[in-house]
């Protein structure tokens, strides 16, 4: 028995058309899953690092400082210098 000349049931399509009906599936999926990710990313906020100290202001200039050092932006007479300038400070 056949309802609408076929096509409903694929008879018109082949199989090119049933790939691509699961290729189609298959993004729909993919998209959706990959918008709940990004959703709840977004809602949870930012990550933050596990080595870095934001909520204290005592210590971060002095990261800051070596961190400078540590890439070889500031040599070791420079980080000694401001380090004991940042510990005058206090």
Known sequence: MMYGDGWM?????????WVLMSIMM???WALVIAGTVLAIRFLT???QSAG???GTREGS???VLAERFARGEIDEDEYRRR?????ERR
């Open 83 to 87: 380090a004991t300038l940042l510990r």
């Open 61 to 63: 200039a002095e990261d």
């Open 45 to 47: 906020g930012p990550r």
């Open 52 to 54: 870095h100290s934001h």
């Open 26 to 28: 298959a993004l729909v």
């Open 9 to 17: 049931w694929g008879n018109s399509m082949g199989w090119g058309g």
